[in-house]
């Protein structure tokens, strides 16, 4: 038996890029990769050997801070000591190379390790899982239980033969026109269904035929929140309205809705935030017409907005109906009230129905959370980020006016003597005015708030999941390539949206070196 | 670090059952699993630990002859000690703990990996390969890959700016109305286009919302394929005459056929085969009409067929455009001709795209497949299996004829002498018969096998995957108990049919083992 390879255990003092990027091996790499594979979207390949902890090194040896985290996808960064010693657990190896069809034949230890890796994180009033083992097929699965439901209830009691044998034939009753509501802008995966339910790019739906399904908006809210408190709360209730307004219309239509799915934060289509508010509003709305509330965290669940679950922060007066995972969680699966149990066996099933391997790492991933206190840290860090990019946000807006401009906003709203200071400081830049900013006076951030040539703006965060949006596509676009070439790795979103979904193990030493080079790279726009 | 966990390394001896299946410990365990997962389809919890090679052990120490292998998911049994070994390979080690997006950070070793564990056995004709999660995602994207193709071509081009506004709005021409055709008893998976694909079972499909695609018609065979040459001529004619129709028919009603999905058994659905004059139809048919012709291999590719895509037996005049793989190969995906090479990014992407570990580990079986020479071993024991198995058919169908019909039907074949000493051996079984049946004369065969009344018919099979069915589910499903409580764990498909998925490691040894109880449990029915 050999001994197992252990990465350094220390991380880089430091981001160090000394090629351009995608440097020269990672090119060459693609270039062998081409005959056989895809490459049209490999930004650059990786060491995954040499990575550690929230460091990335790719290919050419670049040392990247890494606040995107293989979308969002690494709970603890790269080849965490804890992760690397469960391999060597005959649990582990086993399930390794001899993975079971859990859904007729799981291993013995199931019930524990699921018990241990997700019960113990189950939402309020969903202490029922699936496993599955992405999230394209948790959300598929989820609209799938909603639906079987929804003709349970519909029908009071299981499939008639009647249903059973028009259903091989597609037609109704066993095969239902019925359907799920989702919102401008989602992202819910890219199979057929999922698709149908997405509405972020046109390049994930182009070409590929839909299931046509409504399509609600979901509120776009100005910023910052406490500014726009009356235009933000007028988008709930416009949003509100028309989900009313579709489910009518679908009754009429003779398609009823059986499920609503919504994302805590529209990740993929630019990361737009609900608030507690319009999400209690979209859970009385599908009480009131028992439809299922599908709350779709692949994205956000698993501590990033500094609990396990972001629609936590909601404080819903009762729990979503299902609350779907994936990602930072390691597998794909939901979670899901006891009133959806499906009562006939073979009816959500598949071979694999998710992966122990992935069980036994989240097993030890929760217990580590647990003990480093990382959702706390995640909380704090969360705060630092928020703050630091809007402190960049406002000397990007104050860089970006004429001075002109400035000093007359400035002197209407008597706060011209700081903004002389500020203005004679400009040079060194953002240090200095972070310190000065904390002492405006509201009236006078409102000022740069409203600048409309400001490239940065709209700072807006849950725990650490943050974003903000530049003017154009071009600037978020040249944005990222200048922060990733000065050793900062962030992800796009929507058309104009930088986001950071950095791992759980995301410090405030790291924070300092990410603003340093985002305030750097705004500079160079 | 501590030390790795080995397996026994031993086969048990033989199967020994001592409790009722499922025992106590796991009717125990799945109390302890009801409160927080569904164990509707729960058949026995599996200590796979204890489990090794072909046998398989389950909760309450019962060891059984799998094969059946986990839905035929495992390519070599359990707990394969070369597999072990892979587990402490540094690159697995990482990519266990550091999983990338590899879409667009692949492992700067993705594409000698790929090369060995995929391109090394890639069907002719479709040198491109995409890695997915599993079977179902295989499909889901080989058919958008279909679809993106067919929309190309159809515009000369990539898509324009009406397409793109379109799509987001859900209508053509961004959102075509095109379809798949796939075949009545298909099972392509579980997602809802899939299910839109799938015709097995009522219990896959009811109650879920399905795309209204054409379902053609699958051949039926008789059997033994050798005695009913026309009548199985004729079905493979009418069978793709409504191809042919389903296409034209389409075309009119502006839902044009863009793809074509076949398995080369259609196993979930009952193992039926089709023969090679039937596919090189269906290629025939595609290429006439442009439409990408996919043959569905998850269940089929990987070995069990004798060759690494059932496909090969087919001996077609161009290959497939796509070919799906999963189960054995423990990922899924497809391979792709050129032609079909999507140029743009970000069309067929996912955060995860595959699994690098699945990667790393099936690299290992390639080599160890050819190593050990095991196409070649599940040819000859596929040979023997099918011998075996049509041996106990015609002694089962003797068993179920009375013996004035017997006598008769004998007496009028003129092979009345041999009869009689079967008669007089009949008591004893299946040694004796073997040997006699050997020597009948195949007008023999004929009478039995037109015996309406015989449980066990038409045994067929490509390498390995072998089935039988039996007169009605009732009985299949109490054979299938019955072999079980007698050691043998085998699968059920379709309403009536017994199949065979052992792993490559399955020796004549454990062929012995099998056909034996079998031959014991077809006499308890």
């Known amino acids: 038996m050999r001994s197992m390879w252990a990465p350094s255990g220390v991380e880089p003092v430091g981001p160090c890029v000394s090629t351009e990027i995608p440097g020269p091996v990672s090119k060459r790499l693609r270039a062998e990769m081409d005959p056989i594979h895809q490459t049209t979207s490999v930004k650059f390949f990786v060491d995954y050997e040499r990575s550690f902890g929230n460091y990335l090194v790719d290919a050419d040896g670049n040392t990247f801070l890494d606040v995107f985290m293989q979308i969002s996808s690494l709970i603890f ?176 239509a003779k398609c009823e809705v059986a499920a609503l799915i919504v994302e805590p934060i529209q990740s993929e289509g630019g990361d737009h935030h609900g608030s507690p508010a319009f999400f209690q509003g979209l859970r009385d709305i599908t009480k009131k017409h028992g439809i299922v509330f599908i709350v779709d965290e692949v994205q956000t669940g698993g501590g990033g907005t500094g609990s396990f679950w972001a629609h936590e922060s909601w404080n819903l007066s009762s729990p979503p109906d299902i609350v779907c995972f994936s990602k930072k969680l390691m597998i794909g699966g939901y979670f899901y009230a006891e009133h959806l149990r499906v009562k006939e066996p073979y009816r959500i099933y598949n071979t694999w129905m998710g992966e122990p391997t992935k069980l036994i790492l989240l097993e030890k991933a929760i217990e580590v959370i647990k003990r ?57 830049g953002s240090l200095v005015s972070k310190i000065i900013f904390g002492f405006l006076r509201p009236e006078c951030n409102e000022i740069f708030q409203s600048a409309n040539n400001s490239k940065m703006r709209n700072v807006r965060g849950l725990g650490s999941y943050c974003a903000f949006d530049l003017c154009d596509t071009a600037t978020r676009d040249k944005f990222l390539d200048t922060a990733v070439s000065n050793g900062l790795h962030m992800g796009g979103c929507g058309d104009t949206a930088v986001r950071f979904r950095p791992a759980l193990i995301f410090t405030e030493n790291h924070l300092e070196v990410a603003l340093d080079i985002i305030s750097k790279s705004m500079k160079r726009l």
């Open 372 to 428: 480093d206190n990382l959702l706390e840290q995640v909380r704090k860090v969360g705060k630092g980020l928020q703050s630091g990019l809007r402190q960049i946000e406002i000397s990007n807006q104050f860089h970006s006016r004429t001075s002109e401009d400035m000093l007359v906003a400035a002197f209407n709203k008597k706060c011209i003597l700081r903004l002389v200071v500020i203005s004679l400081l400009r040079g060194d």
């Open 77 to 252: 960064g790269y080849n965490h000591p804890d992760l690397i010693k469960v391999l060597s657990d005959p649990r582990f190896i086993s399930a390794a190379v001899s993975r079971p069809a859990l859904g007729s034949f799981p291993r013995n230890d199931f019930a524990p390790t699921i018990s241990r890796a997700l019960s113990a994180i189950a939402p309020k009033g969903c202490p029922l899982v699936q496993t599955m083992l992405c999230g394209t097929s948790a959300n598929e699965n989820a609209i799938k239980t909603a639906f079987i439901w929804y003709q349970t209830q519909k029908r009071g009691g299981p499939p008639s033969a009647e249903d059973l044998v028009s259903c091989m034939k597609q037609e109704p009753p066993g095969t239902p026109n019925i359907c799920v509501i989702s919102f401008d802008g989602a992202f819910h995966g890219r199979s057929l269904a999922a698709l149908s339910m997405t509405h972020s790019k046109p390049v994930h739906k182009v070409d590929i035929p839909a299931f046509h399904w409504p399509v609600a908006s979901f509120p776009r809210y100005k910023y910052p929140l406490e500014k726009n408190v009356q235009y933000n709360g007028e988008q709930d209730n416009d949003c509100l309205a028309k989900v009313e307004e579709l489910i009518e219309r679908q009754k009429k």
